[in-house]
Each structure stands twice: as C-alpha cells, then as structure tokens.
C-alpha cells in the first residue's frame, strides 16, 4: 500500500484521525463495500475503477473491531461514507449505517479470498461500466429466454426484467454439500410428522400420535421438545388454511410425502470453517425458479468468458432435471406399485408469471407439460393422458404439480385457496357497506366465511369499461344467500370413450393408490413454526448412518431457522416485552433486530422485516400483527401486557414467528449513473411511487446524481435451493437410506438478490430479495474443493457449448392433445400476421390488429415446453410491439371515453339509474369502435423492425424445427405456412 501518496490526498479533517483510525476504517469496511476504503483514502480515479487494498494476508482472518464506533468518527470528521453499504435498506434516520457482513469474494483487509482469488481478481480490475455492461446483457439475454414476469394493477399489466448480477457468489463444494445434507433430517422427520397428520382425522392428530409415528419410524423417543411444544406444532398444521380434509385416511400413512421442496439458505459467510445452515424458511408447495440458474449459467459462461474460464476447470457438472424425473418416477412406482406409468408436468396456467419457468423444466427433464384438461380418469381408475385420436394414451402415475394443492384438485368440496385469508373479511365488510340493501340478508346471516377461501367475485368498471380486478364490489349470492366460491376454470377432462361423461377425481385417484403428485399436504407443513419445532425435535432423531449432528466448527449440522424468541415466559420477559418497552420509550432502533412472520404468506408476503421499515411502521406492524392478536384479558389497566398469560391468551400470538434478522454475506455489484436509471426506473418504493423519478424531481437528489462517480455496491441476497427426496428405499442401498435420498446440485439452485441501496442520491434498498418485492438473480458457482474433482469435459468445449453444463434427461416423445391443438393454432397465427404486415407495407394507414400480436405471443408462452430456449426470442419482439400499441389503443380509448361523458353529462346521470346503464353501454360500444377503428402509422419503423424478425424466426422454424417430440418437426414442415414460398427465402 503506498500510504504516503494517500496521506496527501486525505482532506484536513482526515488527516486529524491518524493513520491509525484509517487502517481501522479500511479493515473494518473492505468487506462490506470493496470500495468503502478507497473512498476513505481517496484512491477512486476518474474511471471509478476500485483498486481494493491488499495486504499480505489473503485467509480471511477474523479483525475484532468496533465497525460502528468507527464509522461514527468517520463520519464526525466529515469523511464522505455514503457509500457505506445498507444492506438492510436505509429506512430513515433512525437507521444508523447498515449491518456488518462478510463478502463473498473479499476478506475484511480487502484481499481475495484464496478459494476463490481468480474470480475476485478479475472483479478487482474492471471498472464499474465494464461489469454493468455485462450485467445488461445477462439481463437482456434472460428476457429473451422467455423469463420476464408481469406487474398488474387492475387491468393495466406491465412487463418488468428481472435484474442480474454477473459477479458470482462462489462456494467450496463442501459447503454446499453440507447445506444441502443438513435439510435430509427435516425433510424425513416431515415425511414422518405428514404421514401421522393425514393417517386420522383432526382429532387424531396429538403430540402422543406424533410420538408413537416418531418412535415407528426412528426407534427413538422425542426428548428435546415438550408436549406443548409438540401442541403448538400440531395446532399451526390444523389451522392451515390449505389442509384438505378429503386427504385425511388412513392409506395416507405409507404416503411419500415431502419430495420437492425450495428451501432459502442465509450464509453468512463463504468460509466453510464458520458456516452455518440457516434458512429463512422451507417452501414445501411449489417453490418456483428451478430452471432460471439454468439461464443465467449458460448465459454467463457466453457473456463473461474471461471470468467463466476461470470458473468452468472447478465446476461440476450438474443433474437436477435427472434428479427431478429420478423423484417423482420414485415416488409415482412406490406409492401406485406400477412401473409402466409416466411423470408429467401441470403447471399454475400460462398467464402465470412461473409459466416460463415451468415449461423450461419440462423441456429439460422430459416429463410432458400437461394441461389439466388433458388428463382423464378411466374405467378402471386411472389417470391416463389424452394424446389424440388413434394415438395410445398412457397411464400416469406422476405429477409434478406447480399448480397449487387446491388449484390441482378444485372439486366440489376442495375449493381454491387464497393466502390473502384475512382480507376477505374485509373486503364482506366493504360490499355490505357498499350496498347494504342489496346484501341485508348477508349482515343478517352474519355468514360465516370458509378459511382462505376466494369466492365469486363481482368486479367494478374502470373509465372504459373494462372489469378492475383491484376493485371487489359485490359476491354472487346462492337462493339461500350463501356466497358462492369461485369454480375453478381448468377442469380434468373426460374419457374419450365416454363423451358426456362428468370428468373424475384426481383426488380420489391419490386415495386408491392410482395417483402421486408432490403438493399433498406440503402447504400444511409450509409454515415458519412447524419448521422451527420440527428442526428442533423431530430432524435430529432422523440421522442415518455416517451423518453428524453437530458440525466440526460446532454449529448444528441440521437445518434451522435464524434464532426464534417466545412471546413470552412466566417472568414476563419474551418479544411482547421487548416489543413493549421499545415503544414506550421510543428507542425503535433496538426493534430492527427482529423479523415477524405469518404462518400462511407466501412470495414475500406475510414477511416483515422491521428494519427494513420506518420507525412509526415498525410500531405499525408488531401494532397489527402481534398486540392485536391478544385478548383483552390480556392487558392490564395501564395497557401492558400482564405476566403468566394463559395458553388461550397466548394463541393466536404463537401462530406468528418472531426472528432474530440474519443476513446472507454481501455480493457485489457495479452501479454507474446509467445504471442507476436502468436498475430503478419503474421501480416502486413502499408508496408506490416511481424510485428514480422521485430522484430526478428532486433537486437536491438530482444533483446528487448528476455527480455520482461508478463504484461497487454490495447487495443483500440468499440462495434458494431446491432439495429433492426420493421414495423410502432399503437401508442397504447404499446412499439411500430407509427414508429415501435426498440430493440437491450444484445448480438445483437459484440466488435471489436485494435491491442496494445508494444512498448519496436518497435511494433506499431492501433486505428482500423476492422478485415481486424488485429483487433480481445471481451467479452461483459452486467450485470442487481440489482443482480436477469434477466430471467436466474441457473447458474450451464448455465455452463454446455451455448447455453441456447440464445434464438433461432425454424428452419423452409425447404430444399432449392440447400441445398439438395449439401447434396448429400457433403455426397459423404466425402465417397469418405475416400476411396482415406484408399488407400494412403497402398501405397508407392500417387497422392495427392488436389480438393477433396478443394471440401470437399467449400461443408462444403456451408451447415453450416443446418449442424450447433457442426459439423464445419471438416472444420478447411481439411482446414489446404488442404493449406499445395497447398502450397507444387505451389512450384513444380514455380520449374518446372521456369525450363522450362530458358531451352526454355522465357524472350528472344518477348512479344506477336507467340513463346511467343505457350511457354505460353506449361507452362500452364506443371502446370496441376505437379499438376497431384504431389505425397504425404507416411510417412505423417498429413494426418493420418486427416483421423482418418474424420472418426471420419463420425462417429459421421452417428450416431447423424441434425434433425432439415425436411428430413436432412433420407436423411444422407440412404446415402451410412453411411451404409459402413468399415467406420461404
């Protein structure tokens, strides 16, 4: 370090802290913000390149000092620290600087760490435009797979692309291995715990039946939890709003439960010596992302080969969509004892946002992509799947559902669950005020509403007469004034054979032994309480043979959720204390050290992370969420919560999980101005305002931005890691053992990451990383422990062939009947918006045909899982077109209905009236007469652009079709549209 050259750059004020303090500052900061210590000392050019300081020592060695204390001199001394990183989310003032953490790729002296010093040393000498601009194409080249999701606010859907970091996060292969080996104990003792749950009825279920099925199964008694610990356990499962009674029988004992669940790992650090396996939580339902680090991986190596040539000679090769088919096949032959069914895929629907997700897992593993209606149940029981006309139609066996539980098996007496429970009260609440005369029968019934479940709704209308599904404004209402729930749209479809027939159960099918699929039950132990008590009492009597259950670091080998804190003991102490005595003396500081969950959210939902909020919304919540769930019996006379409360008072409050907030280690990140831009435009913050047009109309944060230099940030994140468990297998097989195998691959993953904060322009970033919540995705590389452990080919082959990463397995050869439908309706729709553009290039203005573009880009999301990745690039170009002229078409629209009210006095007709329902459909024709009559410009160098891409991709499709389905590749060639020889070059 030349320490003399930086002295003369330190301001006077620096120079008054002493070398000393500055060492200090720089051994404390480099691993937070790698470039926290050249800001400090002055060392950033004007190329905003980060040279980070190194010193000898490159084995990470723990530093003991008072990161805040110093941070607090530095900042009294006027030393510029805005570049501190806020991994938490900077909130208010009342947020000090942030929260110290490791870095994945930096020591606290700011030196690599020596697993992975190639990679940091790359990372060391590019500037920040240089990574940015490798992170937008990653970003780019993921949307093009298809892989962009849907913001929706009433009827106005916007498309967003989800960020990615190309600077990866690198782990030794055995601290992943030990990640993914500490979650085997919880997932069998949950098989175990799920199985004596569904094997009676309610009733049944109590902490003696747990122990006995506990005992069964291990030959061990539960020693480290109480019966009322076991209570509480059982009473989260039995007030889940996703048990399903119907699956409460006694064959349900020897069901497999617990196959595939995305469980969020929090490292802290990448130092295998001090690991840990914490998990914000288990998502036993349908855990989406699969298939994303797929993506990001092979576009990486493309994108980034100077750093991916580093990486590749450690990284192993990769089996997740072999381990995926290996355990549901697995688990389908246990349960139904035959072995010539198939597996397929259902998935949640194709305006779904996990849809792309979920055909590229099919397209990878081989299981056919389904639709519900595509299946039938024979005579015989079976599920078979229609396959058309003179084709055989197969037994199967196996679903791997990403359909929710309820969505799968909508029947009669399983209606469709929503998470959002609690405001359906509120909005009843809202329809009977709404309209009281129309509803008296509801408020004098005073109904009582079935738990989570969503019902027929009727919507309001906005400005031009399209349904707002942001606004409930009544229920459909049964002659007995019972609201009707909502039936489900997709429907098992009905034996061939037997047309007319009413379609059968899927669920009986699971109940005869006919049937597997991974969701039975998993919502019910998807709960923060269960899996705190079961990682405490059950997973550890679950060890097979060889398993530790305490680590050579002596941390707990077995995987649990960060430290959890009662409500409260018979001292009166706990989190309603704590949470007490913070309010009352308004130190809402000390309330950012808690997290508080719900036991049913889901995508980010239901989670409060409190440092992540103001001062008065931490108040808010622990009000709303915690205080409100007590009785009043619960209160003394001055307000405080009395000691010794009973297990009654205590309830509802035990239902919620309050945490200690644990953060993964810092990744890094560039952030240039431009970047800023790019990451925060369109970006809400907590009002649902625009991030970066708050900047830019903001004087004093614009001028902030107009001097902002390109560094590096540090970003909050985690690593969902999808772990697989196949069927109970004999303990003499090896690996396997009594309870099945559970594995996970290095690239059975996907990192989630925050958005940063920057905070020298008023941007405050988050802790969260669901990508509903802004968060985007990273790189994970997993390297062997030695150089050469691996079964890699060379790495120059990987360079140039980077899907060998993966290992697939080889796709059935099956055409669902809906996929075959939909080919044709696909292969026409092209042919034809070809035919509508050439006739829009020779004319002066033309009727813009927005459905065509619409139906082109719904038919392309719907055969992903057989038209495959190297075709996805259409979908990017009609979607784009497509929103820019739907956006133009409801301007016209707002215009002309904006124009019609004012003519014909509309606010002045009286709501409900019969002038006001005879105006509302003159308004509702006058939207289909713009739209028809809507004429696109004939200079459009858009849509030029779009059809020589279309012409191209027809091209390229006529030329080289899939051929990996059996039939896919004919039935494209014969089709009239690649015969057409105007189209044909």
């Excluded at 110093?70 to 003032?93: C, D, Q, R, W």
């Excluded at 970091?165 to 085997?184: C, E, H, K, W, Y």
């Excluded at 709303?624 to 769930?629: A, C, G, L, M, Q």
């Excluded at 690239?747 to 970033?765: C, D, M, W």
Aim: proline share 4%; net charge neutral.
């Amino acid at each position: 370090m030349h320490k003399h050259k930086k002295e003369k750059r330190l301001t006077k004020k620096q120079k008054n802290l002493g070398k000393k303090m500055l060492l200090l500052a720089v051994v404390a900061l480099s691993s937070l913000h790698i470039n926290v210590a050249n800001v400090i000392a002055g060392e950033i050019g004007n190329s905003g390149q980060a040279q980070v300081a190194q010193t000898a020592t490159a084995n990470c060695s723990d530093i003991d000092s008072s990161v805040d204390k110093i941070l607090e001199e530095l900042f009294k001394a006027g030393i510029n620290l805005s570049e501190y990183p806020l991994i938490n989310g900077k909130t208010g003032k009342a947020a000090k600087f942030g929260i110290s953490a490791e870095n994945f790729l930096f020591c606290k002296d700011g030196s690599s760490r020596e697993h992975c010093k190639n990679i940091a040393d790359i990372v060391r000498g590019r500037t920040a435009k240089e990574q940015e601009l490798i992170n937008k194409k990653l970003t780019e080249r993921l949307r093009d797979h298809g892989m962009s999701f849907t913001s929706k606010t009433g009827n106005k859907a916007s498309f967003f692309d989800v960020k990615v970091n190309g600077i990866p996060m690198v782990l030794n292969r055995s601290s992943f291995d030990m990640l993914v080996q500490s979650t085997a104990t919880v997932l069998r003792s949950n098989r175990v715990l799920e199985q004596a749950f569904f094997s009676q009825d309610l009733s049944g279920a109590t902490p003696e039946s747990i122990k006995s099925a506990v005992k069964a199964a291990t030959g061990k008694e539960i020693t480290d939890c109480s019966d009322k610990e076991l209570a509480v356990m059982l009473n989260s499962m039995k007030h889940s709003i996703y048990d399903i009674k119907k699956f409460h029988a006694p064959q349900m004992a020897g069901y497999p439960f617990i196959s595939i669940v995305g469980v969020d790992a929090m490292p802290e650090t990448s130092d295998p010596k001090k690991l840990r396996p914490v998990y914000a939580e288990g998502n036993y339902g349908t855990p989406s992302g699969m298939s994303n680090i797929r993506y990001v991986i092979s576009d990486w190596i493309k994108e980034d080969p100077a750093m991916a040539k580093e990486a590749l000679p450690r990284m192993a090769k990769d089996n997740t969509y072999k381990n995926l088919r290996e355990t549901i096949d697995s688990n389908a032959h246990y349960w139904t004892g035959r072995s010539d069914g198939i597996s397929v895929i259902v998935g949640p629907g194709v305006h779904n946002g996990a849809h792309p997700d979920v055909a590229s897992i099919s397209y990878f593993s081989g299981m056919p992509f389904v639709e519900k209606s595509d299946l039938y149940i024979d005579a015989g029981g079976n599920v078979r799947l229609n396959t058309g006309a003179g084709q055989a139609h197969p037994v199967v066996t196996g679903i791997y559902s990403r359909a929710e539980e309820s969505f799968l098996f909508n029947e009669k007496d399983i209606p469709e669950i929503s998470p959002n429970y609690e405001e359906i009260e509120k909005i009843f609440d809202g329809i009977i005020e709404g309209d009281p005369e129309k509803y008296a029968c509801l408020a004098e019934k005073s109904a009582t509403l079935r738990k989570g479940v969503w019902y027929d709704w009727e919507y309001a209308y906005d400005e031009v007469g399209n349904k707002d599904f942001d606004k409930i404004v009544g229920v459909k209402l049964d002659e007995k004034c019972n609201p009707l729930e909502l039936e489900g749209i997709d429907k098992l479809g009905v034996d061939p054979k037997t047309p007319g027939a009413k379609p059968g159960s899927l669920a009986d099918a699971v109940l005869g032994k006919k049937l597997y699929t991974n969701v039975v039950g998993a919502r019910v132990v998807d709960d923060k309480k269960v899996f705190e008590i079961s990682s405490k009492c059950l997973a550890p009597l679950f060890l097979a043979e060889g398993e530790k259950a305490v680590l050579d670091n002596g941390e707990s080998a077995i995987a649990g959720p960060p430290k959890s804190f009662s409500a409260q003991t018979t001292a009166g102490d706990g989190f309603l204390k704590a949470f007490q005595d913070a309010i009352e003396s308004g130190d809402y500081e000390a309330l950012t050290s808690f997290v508080i969950k719900e036991p049913d959210g889901s995508g980010g939902g239901g989670v409060f992370i409190l440092a992540n909020k103001d001062p008065e919304e931490r108040v808010s919540v622990i009000k709303e969420k915690i205080f409100s769930r007590l009785p009043k019996s619960a209160f003394d006379q001055s307000g405080r919560v009395k000691s010794n409360l009973s297990d009654e008072e205590l309830k509802e409050v035990n239902r919620m999980v309050v945490q200690e907030f644990v953060h993964s280690a810092a990744m890094t990140m560039p952030m240039t101005k431009e970047g800023i831009k790019d990451y925060y435009s369109g970006q809400k913050d907590k009002s649902g305002k625009d991030i970066y047009a708050e900047v830019v109309n903001n004087p004093e944060k614009k001028a902030a931005l107009e001097s902002y230099k390109p560094t590096f940030l540090t970003q909050a994140n985690d690593i969902r890691i999808f772990v697989m468990q196949t069927a109970p297998k004999p303990a003499a097989d090896g690996a396997s053992t009594a309870f099945g195998k559970v594995m996970a691959d290095p690239q059975s993953v996907l990192v989630r990451t925050a958005k940063p904060s920057i905070v020298e322009v008023g941007i405050n970033g988050d802790s969260r990383s669901n990508t509903s919540k802004g968060g985007g995705y990273g790189v994970l590389v997993v390297a062997e422990d030695e150089k050469g452990k691996n079964e890699m080919v060379n790495v120059d082959d990987l360079l140039a062939h980077p899907e060998k990463m993966i290992a697939t397995e080889a796709p059935l050869k099956i055409l669902p009947a809906s996929v075959q439908k939909n080919v044709n309706a696909y292969l026409m729709q092209l042919w034809n918006l070809d035919g509508w553009l050439r006739q829009y290039e020779s004319s002066s203005g033309f009727p813009l045909y927005l459905k065509s573009l619409t139906d082109t880009y719904q038919l392309h999301r719907t055969l992903m899982s057989v038209i495959g990745p190297d075709f996805a690039d259409l979908m990017y170009a009609t979607r784009k077109l497509g929103e820019k002229y739907e956006n133009a078409v409801n301007q016209a629209v707002a215009v002309a209905v904006a124009e019609f009210k004012e003519k014909h006095n509309y606010k002045q007709s009286r709501e409900k009236s019969p002038r006001r329902r005879e105006l509302d459909q003159q308004i509702s024709s006058l939207n289909w007469q713009t739209v028809q009559n809507f004429k696109v410009d004939a200079e459009d160098a858009d849509i030029k652009a779009y059809h020589a891409t279309l012409v191209e991709f027809i091209n390229r499709l006529c030329k080289n079709p899939p051929s990996h389905v059996e039939g896919l590749q004919q039935k494209i060639l014969s089709h009239s549209m690649c015969r057409d020889s105007k189209i044909i070059k």
